[in-house]
């Protein structure tokens, strides 16, 4: 496993922005090489939010997100991933937690979380209207 550390929630007021952050602190970067963020909003089931596979640069979003989000790679620390998300809503309120998977995102679906082995603690984002 790889020890993931999320950084950069906090609170906004709807039509605000705010970027989060993921750093793989261990392990090789096969071992990291896909990562996503999911998020566990207040009475809903956790949900994938973005993947990136780091070698390759391929991206995945959830449906919801709408051109709102977009995951990057750091271009000075590469076993960073970024999450930058605009035009938040309040529905955006929720726990957000850093993923990864060894080589590729999982084949089947990004979203399946059975397929990640390691995870971030999580960080909190609060979205007011």
């Known amino acids: 496993q790889v020890q993931l550390v999320e950084s950069g929630g906090g609170s906004v007021q709807a039509g605000g922005s705010l970027r989060l952050f993921c750093t793989a602190a261990?392990?090789?970067?096969?071992?990291?090489?896909?990562m996503a963020w999911f998020r566990q909003t207040p009475g809903k089931e956790r949900e994938g939010v973005a993947a990136?596979?780091?070698?390759?640069?391929?991206?995945?979003y959830g449906d919801f997100v709408k051109d709102r989000f977009t995951i990057s790679q750091q271009d000075d620390a590469k076993n960073t991933v970024y999450l930058q998300m605009n035009n938040l809503e309040s529905g955006d309120t929720g726990v957000y937690y850093c993923a990864a998977d060894p080589g590729r995102c999982p084949i089947v679906d990004w979203r399946r979380e059975r397929d990640y082995p390691s995870w971030g603690q999580g960080t909190q984002v609060t979205v007011s209207s």
């Open positions: 261990s392990g090789s970067a096969f071992a990291s090489n896909c």
């Open positions: 990136i596979e780091r070698d390759v640069g391929t991206k995945y």
